[in-house]
């Protein structure tokens, strides 16, 4: 199962939720305000460094580029752009983009 | 018309955005097509089966009763998340539907085996 997360890890509680509820081995996909959560000074207060044990963790380079954050990624998410992100939604038999 | 499992998740509360509501009407479009539709609660979406909720004042439909007609739509799979209601001082009995109580890791296996998930 792919999940999707748009939202800052800071504002809501949507990523919170999510790394609850996705099932190990599952991939997560960070997009728009959510790559925040990747970032080297946004990891561990997010929750993706320890879910990056269990979880395959993305986030899509140009909302990453965007923001500024290019290069400040935590090790261990792999980058995307929007070609990767069609490739993971078809590679996956479903997904969830939480609200 | 293949059958396809249809997961409707549901984690705002009832009146503060239209989530609820459209959440409600897409179920019973879903039902309409006679496909296999279940709804969780997570988080905020517990409140939307609080009993006892009486919108009249702030000049909104009380859409809550709805959930009460689901079975009439053959919508009987409701699940609440333990951990989301446990962290806001409720119990089933404090709900207006007949409701199965999961983990979280029981509702993330019911999550991972739908073809269909929609946020709401």
């Given at each position: 199962m792919l999940h999707i997360v748009n939202k800052s890890h800071a504002q809501t509680s949507s990523l919170q939720s999510c790394l609850r509820l996705a099932k190990a081995g599952s991939a997560l996909l960070l997009i728009e305000d959510a790559v925040y959560a990747a970032t080297q000074a946004g990891a561990a207060g997010s929750g993706i460094a320890d879910a990056m044990t269990r979880l395959k963790v993305y986030a899509l380079q140009p909302d990453v580029e965007a923001r500024g954050m290019a290069g400040k990624l935590v090790d261990g998410v792999t980058p995307v752009d929007y070609a990767g992100f069609v490739d993971l939604v078809a590679e996956h038999p479903n997904n969830q983009s939480w609200l | 018309m293949a059958v396809k499992k249809f997961m409707f998740v549901n984690r705002k509360a009832p009146f503060g955005t239209i989530y609820?509501?459209?959440?409600?009407?897409?179920?019973?479009?879903?039902?309409?097509?006679?496909?296999?539709?279940?709804?969780?609660?997570?988080?905020?979406?517990?409140?939307?089966?609080?009993?006892?909720?009486d919108s009249k004042a702030i000049g909104i439909k009380n859409h809550s009763r709805t959930y009460r007609a689901l079975d009439g739509y053959d919508v009987e799979k409701l699940y609440v998340e333990r951990e989301s209601m446990a962290a806001r001082g409720l119990t089933e009995d404090d709900l207006l539907v007949d409701v199965e109580v999961l983990s979280s890791a029981e509702m993330a296996d019911l999550m991972a085996e739908q073809d269909v998930v929609l946020s709401f």
């Open positions: - | 609820a509501l459209e959440s409600l009407e897409v179920v019973l479009i879903a039902a309409t097509f006679d496909q296999d539709v279940s709804l969780v609660f997570i988080d905020d979406g517990v409140y939307e089966l609080v009993k006892g909720q």
